[in-house]
């Protein structure tokens, strides 16, 4: 496992391949970092409510919707200098957040205004990790035959999961010991990102193969269940990036210790998880792991909606912990998608510009999901959100289950970077 697990050259190009592996899992560490962070930081630093924190969802998930339209009108550069520009994005957005005063913001419309700055800089932030994500998973594919993609995806997520895992204890250990604030965390996640953007450029210098090519807006008939699987689970995950977490924080009034706990345990369990789900990929072909995953994501919603009322309250915090590490494991699995949408492309080029508009349709409900969330939840109580989110789990088998089984046509999806 390592380098290797890109493409079996030497030299030069196993050099590249090391150098992409590690920005790739500092680009995973500063987003766990950032993310293990962020709910308490908003919770502690801005009192925000359950109404501002689903309307957050709205601008931070714009810019995955926009994805498509920045790969379009950066068309020029190639994937590897898009993951370039992501990461300086990462970087400038993290370091700002840090360094601005927060305030205490109402719940509701009166706050956006003196939260703006915090707004805008998350938006910088995510608009770079949405493009960076969308340009990793694309290098990943485009080196390498696709009968053993998913293997390919399970090894650089080993290696993205174990920084991930450094960076969530990382949090525990100084969180717990020397009382670190939010903010320093926050500086060293921007640090993180721009390892990664040099890691990069290294990897990017003096390498021969490396050629711009303009993505183009692919829209066609052949991807539409591909897309179909986009829309669905840009509903089932920004309900759990959104209300998961908040619920343990708010419900059960949950540390950001607990958190980091949670985050390193989830990156132990991916260490093994996600390179097995990877085989499994290859082994069973994309319908029947994205099948399974929807079915298992019913049980996870019934969990995390109903574990108050079905247990006392100890042991419901300890299943809705357990259920938080199973639904961040069942996350991987939507890597089949990608291989799925990679056996119908005709070649490289298609295939990263379908994963960016697979991308923006994710987000065009991603945007909206988490507002409508918290109306549910202040309105109707937190339980029905995840109700709603069940259905959603079961739409999502009944069009997995309709993919057609994976049969690989094309030795090679590519050769550029």
């Not at 308490?40 to 919707?65: C, H, I, K």
């Not at 183009?216 to 089932?236: I, P």
Request: proline share 4%.
């Amino acid at each position: 496992m390592g380098a290797r697990g890109l493409a079996a050259e030497s030299g030069p190009g196993r050099r590249m391949y090391a150098l992409l592996i590690v920005a790739f899992a500092l680009f995973g560490a500063s987003t766990t970092m950032y993310e293990v962070n962020l709910a308490n930081y908003l919770s502690d630093r801005y009192a925000m409510g359950a109404w501002f924190r689903s309307f957050l969802e709205f601008p931070r998930e714009s810019q995955g919707f926009a994805v498509v339209f920045y790969a379009l009108l950066l068309g020029g550069m190639t994937e590897a200098r898009l993951f370039v520009l992501s990461t300086f994005a990462m970087t400038v957005g993290l370091a700002w957040l840090a360094l601005i005063t927060p305030q205490a913001l109402a719940d509701g419309p009166a706050g956006i205004l003196p939260g703006l700055p915090m707004i805008l800089l998350i938006m910088l932030h995510s608009a770079g990790f949405h493009l960076g994500g969308t340009m990793e998973r694309c290098i990943i594919l485009d080196r390498g035959a696709l009968s053993d993609a998913g293997a390919r995806l399970g090894r650089v997520g080993f290696w993205s999961t174990l920084a991930s895992l450094g960076a969530a204890s990382f949090v525990w250990c100084l969180r717990s010991v020397a009382g670190l604030e939010y903010e320093t965390f926050l500086l060293v996640a921007a640090g993180l990102a721009g390892l990664s953007m040099v890691s990069m450029l290294v990897a990017m210098r003096g390498v021969p193969g490396i050629r711009p090519k303009r993505l183009r807006l692919v829209v066609r008939k052949k991807f539409t269940r591909y897309y179909a699987l986009c829309a669905l689970f840009g509903v089932r995950k920004q309900v759990f990036i959104t209300f998961a977490i908040w619920v343990l924080v708010k419900v059960y009034e949950q540390p950001l210790e607990h958190i980091a706990i949670l985050w390193t345990v989830t990156h132990v369990t991916n260490l093994f998880a996600q390179p097995w789900i990877g085989r499994l990929i290859d082994r069973f072909g994309p319908r029947r792991v994205l099948t399974f995953d929807a079915v298992l994501l019913v049980a996870v919603c019934v969990m995390y909606g109903y574990s108050e009322r079905l247990f006392p309250p100890g042991v419901a915090l300890a299943v809705v912990s357990l259920f938080y590490i199973l639904d961040h494991i069942l996350f991987f699995a939507g890597s089949a998608r990608a291989v799925y949408a990679s056996s119908i492309s005709d070649d490289a080029d298609e295939t990263a510009s379908t994963l960016s508009l697979g991308i923006t349709i994710d987000h065009v409900f991603s945007m909206s999901v988490p507002f409508l969330g918290g109306l549910i939840w202040v309105n109707l109580g937190y339980e029905l959100v995840f109700v709603f989110t069940g259905g959603i789990a079961l739409l999502s088998a009944l069009v997995a289950f309709g993919v057609p089984d994976l049969k690989p046509r094309r030795g090679e999806i590519g050769a550029a970077a």
